[in-house]
């Protein structure tokens, strides 16, 4: 049983055999956990004029320019988007995950350099569980809501996949690549825990 902070909807996985009344059963059983997680989940943030989102940790103002052309682009604190108001949304995540693409591109670049090993490719997804993963065949997959993280955090979570290319695994070496890769994984870590289902309530 779990909180999907996306969402801000509970989830409850029981084995194929069990009963909806075992599953109620659970739920009812568990109501003041359940009311004190969904009551700790962090205020929405929808994609409209006007609403505040962060880039790189740093607090931007959604600010709907209809007159205008060209989509999306930053323009100081602001993110200024163009067209219809029903477009804005839309426009505004594919502006977000173009700009994830652009910045975890270039930091993955540096990271893989450094540790002397090469990602196969780098995907860039809207990722729910994990922010980043490494698959057995050298690809690289990272949360778009990464660019709404301050830039330590960033340079943490890619240092963090690039060095599974060398160790695909936790153990002592790993450790020592991921310290070697980025001085922020504690900060990081710790930035995540705390604020990282804020980012999950985005959009």
């Known amino acids: 049983m ?3 902070p996306t969402r801000g909807a ?9 009963s909806r009344a075992a599953g109620m059963a659970l739920v009812n059983g568990h109501l003041d956990w359940i009311d004190r997680r969904i009551a700790a989940l962090p205020t929405p943030v929808t994609f409209a004029d006007g ?3 962060p880039l790189g940790g740093v607090p931007h103002r959604i600010r709907h320019v209809p007159q205008d052309r060209g989509g999306a682009w930053l323009s100081d ?9 029903a477009f804005l ?3 505004t995540a594919d502006f977000l995950k173009a700009e994830a693409r652009r910045r975890l591109a270039d930091i993955v670049a540096v990271k893989t350099a450094a540790a002397g090993v090469t990602a196969r490719r780098l995907t860039v997804k809207d990722t729910r569980s994990r922010w980043g993963s490494c698959a057995p065949d050298g690809s690289l997959a990272l ?6 993280a301050p830039d330590f955090v960033q340079d943490y979570v890619a240092a963090h996949e690039v060095a599974h290319l060398r160790h695909p695994n936790h153990g002592r070496q790993f450790w020592v690549l991921v310290d070697r890769l980025t001085p922020h994984t504690l900060t990081a870590i710790s930035w995540l825990r705390q604020q990282g289902p804020s980012l999950l309530r985005v959009g």
């Open 2 to 4: 779990r909180v999907d």
């Open 10 to 18: 509970l989830v409850v996985t029981l084995p194929n055999r069990s």
């Open 51 to 53: 609403a505040i989102v």
């Open 77 to 85: 604190t602001e993110i200024h988007v163009t067209g219809d108001p």
């Open 89 to 91: 949304p839309r426009r």
């Open 143 to 148: 949360s778009w809501r990464l660019v709404m």
